[in-house]
């Protein structure tokens, strides 16, 4: 697999557990913003530049890109999708296939179970063994999976990437 595309999958930061606070309102707490700005500081260090930024809905995942942006991640296009607060692994799958068109880098920001299960689907245990390693031991918030592909976005699917890294950022 020649890896001419990247998808990064991450888990938003950590987010408060306030009683009454609706879950799509949850903000992130004050280590979850730090957490969100080194995620950004890792994707800076490491030259990764998005195309396009899928972002749920829900107020901790903006959060959670906003801070990155402020700790340096860069994006030319960030796009807010219901499909990833609702919809699992198939509406995060059908963002991508339908709105990735010709970028090169694609990054989701979304919610667990959902992009620790995807990012194990679509790499099917290929690529980094130690990447896959620390899949399997979890997928806290604020993490990211990085996961390479050579195909069109709208053929992305099980076992069609490889698992190259996976950072738990810690500001």
């Known amino acids: 697999m020649d890896g001419d595309k990247r998808l990064l999958l991450v888990r938003h930061a950590?987010?408060?557990?306030?009683?009454?606070?609706?879950?799509?309102?949850?903000?992130?707490?004050?280590?979850?913003l730090r957490d969100a700005k080194e995620l950004g500081r890792w994707l800076a260090d490491e030259g990764i530049t998005c195309d396009l930024v899928l972002c749920s809905t829900a107020?901790?995942?903006?959060?959670t890109w906003q801070a990155a942006a402020e700790g340096g991640a860069r994006a030319h296009e960030v796009a807010l999708?219901?499909?990833?607060?609702?919809?699992?692994?198939?509406g995060v799958l059908d963002c991508v296939?339908?709105?990735?068109?010709?970028a090169v880098t694609v990054l989701v920001v979304g919610h667990a179970p959902t992009m620790p299960s995807l990012a194990g689907v679509l790499s099917d245990g290929a690529g980094s063994s130690s990447a896959q390693a620390a899949l399997t031991e979890g997928f806290p918030t604020a993490t990211v999976a990085v996961l390479r592909y050579a195909g069109?976005?709208?053929e992305l699917g099980p076992g069609t990437c490889?698992?190259?890294?996976?950072?738990?950022a810690r500001g």
């Open 81 to 90: 999708r219901p499909a990833i607060y609702h919809g699992g692994s198939r």
């Open 152 to 154: 069109s976005w709208a």
């Open 162 to 168: 490889e698992l190259d890294e996976v950072f738990v």
């Open 59 to 63: 107020t901790r995942t903006q959060q």
């Open 97 to 102: 296939h339908t709105e990735a068109g010709d």
């Open 14 to 32: 950590n987010a408060e557990q306030t009683f009454g606070v609706d879950d799509h309102e949850r903000r992130l707490t004050e280590r979850g």
